[in-house]
């Protein structure tokens, strides 16, 4: 089977650095995924990492280990704007092009 | 019109009402997803549509009746459904290449949010 897990809620400042951790277990990997969603709004993609290291794309990074099945998104200089659920996903290409979601993080920003 | 288009927004339906989804891709995309978003709980991947042949039903009821004529549309059918599948549905499109060698970023319509009674 495949299963996702990452944190449900975390919360911080404005102008703070967060770290959304993820860790799954999957059939077959191929990469992962971030996704953003505000309320009342359609998940937006983030990041994309295949091999193991850190993908860097302005405030946000993304980290991938693939030996320990772990990888986060870090969220630096937090704005208001921030503030929104974010979903790890791995892409599985067993049986046919699937990308299978964790059950999001509430990010939740103050001022 | 750009992006993924969904159909209606909001929807109310009784247990014995027949309706559809519509979702619209004017990406070019070559496949096209279901996926079901309840609250506090993952998005459920319903069905993959890849080159408009199904590839993936992920065990779903059968009162939900996927179609794809073209590359472009996507619908779901919705007959007795449960009070369970209220939800937001939500379509998704990506270009696939072959062996899958790129990130398969999805591009999500805005859903659309079923109640049933």
């Known amino acids: 089977g495949q299963s996702l897990e990452q944190p449900s809620e975390v919360t911080a400042v404005e102008g703070a650095i967060v770290q959304i951790n993820c860790t799954y277990q999957t059939s077959g990997f191929y990469g992962l995924s971030w996704y953003q969603q505000h309320d009342g709004g359609a998940p937006t993609f983030l990041s994309y990492n295949a091999l193991d290291g850190l993908e860097e794309t302005g405030r946000f990074s993304s980290f991938l280990s693939r030996s320990d099945s772990y990888g986060y998104l870090l969220l630096q200089e937090l704005q208001m704007k921030d503030s929104a659920s974010y979903f790890c996903?791995?892409?599985?290409?067993?049986?046919?092009?699937?990308?299978?979601f964790g059950a999001g993080t509430r990010l939740f920003v103050k001022a | 019109e750009t992006g993924v288009t969904q159909t209606p927004r909001h929807l109310v339906m009784g247990m014995t009402n027949k309706k559809s989804l519509k979702c619209e891709q004017h990406?070019?995309?070559?496949?096209m997803y279901w996926y079901k978003q309840s609250a506090k709980k993952p998005l459920e991947l319903m069905f993959v549509?890849?080159?408009?042949?199904?590839?993936e039903n992920n065990s779903v009821p059968s009162r939900f009746s996927p179609e794809c004529p073209n590359s472009s549309h996507l619908f779901l059918h919705l007959h007795t459904l449960q009070p369970e599948d209220s939800a937001l549905y939500l379509c998704?499109?990506?270009?696939?290449?072959?062996?899958?060698?790129?990130?398969?970023?999805?591009?999500f319509g805005e859903g659309s949010r079923l109640t049933v009674l």
């Open positions: 998704a499109s990506s270009q696939e290449s072959p062996q899958g060698a790129n990130t398969g970023e999805l591009f």
């Open positions: 990406l070019g995309h070559n496949a």
């Open positions: 549509y890849s080159l408009e042949e199904r590839v």
């Open positions: 996903a791995v892409r599985d290409l067993g049986g046919g092009f699937k990308t299978i």
